[in-house]
Nanobody, 122 residues
Framework: EVQLVESGGGLVQPGGSLRLSCAASGFTFSSYFMSWVRQAPGKGLEWVSTINSGGNTYYADSVKGRFTISRDNAKNTLYLQMNSLKPEDTAVYYC????????????????WGQGTQVTVSS
């Protein structure tokens, strides 16, 4: 059974930091593109960042320079280090797995987690 389980969300003040984790099981994690996708209240899904099997990373302009995606293939775990958080980063953050395709096309993803809430507020 495929599972993606996110953790690490919470309430943080503007300018603060959080580190999200996504534990994967049931598929060959190291072979997949892994991404973070978010959904702000009342809005659609937004692609945030991707890391491929070779460790190359890609970011949305809105988070570039503030967020860092990484993966530990030995632990089957994906991470997102979020620094300098802004209120507009408030969203449910999902991790998702893609075997092959365009990582910005969200309907191509094979597996999704259940999400973790991040709230940035003073």
């Amino acid at each position: 059974e495929v599972q993606l389980v996110e953790s690490g969300g919470g309430l943080v003040q503007p300018g603060g930091s959080l580190r999200l984790s996504c534990a994967a099981s049931g598929f060959t994690f190291s072979s997949y593109f892994m991404s973070w996708v978010r959904q702000a209240p009342g809005k659609g899904l937004e692609w945030v960042s991707t890391i491929n099997s070779g460790g190359n990373t890609y970011y949305a302009d809105s988070v570039k320079g503030r967020f860092t995606i990484s993966r530990d293939n030995a632990k089957n775990t994906l991470y997102l280090q979020m620094n300098s958080l802004k209120p507009e980063d408030t969203a449910v953050y999902y991790c998702a797995a893609l075997m092959w395709g365009d990582y910005v096309l969200l309907n191509e993803y094979d597996y999704w987690g259940q999400g973790t809430q991040v709230t940035v507020s003073s």
